[in-house]
């Protein structure tokens, strides 16, 4: 019974983090690191969100929701580059180093946004 009891908690404690990770997501103003996964878009000609911190290690996926295709590509030229991302499309980046790294869309200079990798 009592191994009953801890999973059941372990189910609460996982769907409450869940919930303060949905919550944290709008708060451009105060990011928290999601752990392994971190979401952005490619939305009306713009990163969303422009800056995202992560976790060292943890992935970054953005998904192209415009109907026009777009590229995430990093300012130093070396970090990463997704190459076209079509319509509906995604690219995932791993960081694997702490910073800062700038990118941007090639094919839209003015599109710019901002991984922060960060320990916790
Ligand atoms: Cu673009």
Partial sequence: ?????????????????????????????????????????????????????????????????DATAHTVTSDDGTSFSSGTISPQGTFSFTATQLGSYHYHCSIHPTEQGIVQVVTR
Avoid at 19 to 24: E, L, P, Q, V
Wanted: aromatic fraction near 8%; proline fraction near 5%; include cysteine.
């Fill in 1 to 65: 019974m009592k191994a009953i009891k801890i999973f059941w908690v372990s189910c609460l404690a996982v769907l409450f983090t869940i919930g303060m990770n949905a919550c944290s997501k709008s708060n451009d103003a105060n990011p928290t690191p999601a752990t392994t996964d971190n979401l952005a878009t490619i939305q009306g000609m713009q990163f969303m969100p422009a800056t995202i911190t992560v976790l060292l290690g943890s992935r970054t996926t953005w998904t192209n929701m």
